[in-house]
């Protein structure tokens, strides 16, 4: 086998590749507020979100620990870039405005998206997405070694599917289900299947 060297770089950030979330979370005036997030797993009923710490969707957590975690596919990535330089803050955090965010109170509106009632929790659905997760939050912690963003514990209470990612009853079909990928800052969907795992 060929050595195989490395480079060793300092990337500015380090989003190697995950889905792209659209995270609903209630306003105090009851209206939904929607975050694009590019970091988040599951474990079991168990959701794992990280964000940041001086935005909305944040706030509005520990205000109202409930929220919606919508995954959006590929062909509605121009939908999230909308989303992107938005804040639901007012004013815009210091931090927010050095990198040109600007408020919008709307986002619904703002990104062309539909809002639909949730059934267990307060913050609305996202109706484009086909695959939507209803959650209340069990814990917010905030890393030692990095005071800037919060992790946040979520339990899945709700999943909602649209009837042509639905395998059965109770799977999605993985040929039928493309995430939106967030990849080194880039949006990518996925390639053509390599193979299952046994467990599959």
Request: glycine fraction near 6%; aromatic fraction near 8%.
């Amino acid at each position: 086998m060929p050595e195989i060297t490395h480079q060793e770089i300092k990337p500015k950030i380090l989003y190697y590749g995950t889905p792209v979330i659209l995270l609903s979370t209630r306003n105090e005036d009851g209206s939904t507020n929607i975050s694009p997030l590019s970091s988040s797993w599951a474990l079991g009923s168990c959701i794992v979100l990280g964000l940041g710490i001086g935005g909305k969707a944040i706030e509005n957590l520990k205000s109202h620990p409930e929220c919606v975690v919508n995954v959006p596919t590929p062909e509605l990535w121009t939908h999230v870039e909308k989303l992107a330089p938005l804040t639901g803050k007012n004013p815009v955090p210091d931090n927010k405005l050095q990198n040109s965010f600007r408020y919008e109170k709307d986002k619904f509106a703002a990104a062309d998206l539909t809002a639909q009632a949730s059934v267990q929790v307060k913050p609305d659905r996202i109706l484009e997405c086909p695959l939507q997760i209803e959650c209340a939050v069990r814990n917010i912690r905030i890393p030692e070694h990095d005071p800037h963003f919060a992790i946040v514990e979520a339990e899945a209470l709700k999943v909602h599917a649209h009837p042509g990612i639905i395998l059965d009853e109770d799977r999605i079909n993985p040929e039928a289900w493309s995430p939106l990928i967030y990849n080194f800052r880039h949006y990518f969907g996925l390639g053509k299947e390599l193979g299952k795992t046994f467990r599959a």
